[in-house]
């Protein structure tokens, strides 16, 4: 089953702040972000695993409630580069396939 | 180190034909997945093998087979294809569950 991610599309001028939210209806092992950008392959971010962590990447990081069973992107200082698509991929406590939401659109301008 | 690799990156097929798409990994990655991406339907996941001799449908299996003989290579084969079918294709593959996913380029499919 497909998570919800919210919001569908986002724009946003250099330097602004952005955050991507992902939720599932099932108990979660792991929660998994990636970024594609047009016509190309999707590519991974982070993962988090279930234990209610954050982690940071760069200007990029994610948070993981495990019991609300939601997850959040956060992308703080926007640069040109940030523009693509994101998706999260969620694995349930009961089985191993990954299954992504419907992504946002990130674009941010100049 | 190739990383994943997908071919064709394009294909014409005619409605009822067969074909498999082919997917390798040098990594030695044991988890592989397939999903399809259509417009505004983000990635729905095909079929996936959590290592050889393993595989289980996913979102949407139907009218696709796969199979895992080794833990390299996991082609995607279309029975009788759609034009339902015609999407973007792309095969994924991770060290396990506590890791992230290494995408293949994608293989475009158009099912006239």
């Known amino acids: 089953q497909q998570p919800v991610q919210s919001p569908q599309a986002v724009i946003l001028r250099e330097g602004e702040d952005a955050v991507i939210n992902c939720s599932s209806s099932?108990?979660?092992?792991?929660v998994h972000w990636y970024r594609q950008k047009h016509g190309e392959a999707p590519v991974f971010l982070m993962i988090l695993l279930k234990g209610g962590e954050q982690k940071g990447h760069d200007k990029i990081s994610a948070s993981f409630n495990e019991k609300k069973q939601q997850s959040s992107l956060y992308l703080t200082a926007s640069q040109l580069s940030y523009s693509g698509t994101y998706f999260c991929g969620t694995v349930s406590n009961s089985g191993y396939a990954l299954n992504f939401g419907k992504g946002t659109s990130l674009l941010v301008t100049p | 180190n190739a990383g994943v690799t997908q071919t064709p990156k394009f294909q014409v097929l005619k409605t009822g034909q067969s074909m498999t798409l082919q997917c390798a990994q040098d990594m030695n990655h044991e988890y592989m997945s397939w999903y399809r991406q259509d417009p505004g339907m983000g990635l729905r996941l095909i079929h996936y093998s959590v290592g050889a001799g393993i595989t289980d449908q996913g979102e949407v299996p139907n009218g696709y087979n796969v199979s895992r003989s080794t833990t390299e290579d996991f082609p995607l084969r279309l029975l009788s294809a759609a034009p339902s079918q015609t999407s973007v294709y792309f095969c994924?593959?991770?060290?396990?569950?506590?890791?992230?996913?290494?995408f293949g380029s994608g293989t475009r499919l158009t099912v006239v």
């Open positions: 994924a593959s991770s060290p396990g569950a506590d890791y992230g996913y290494t």
């Open positions: 099932k108990a979660l092992y792991s």
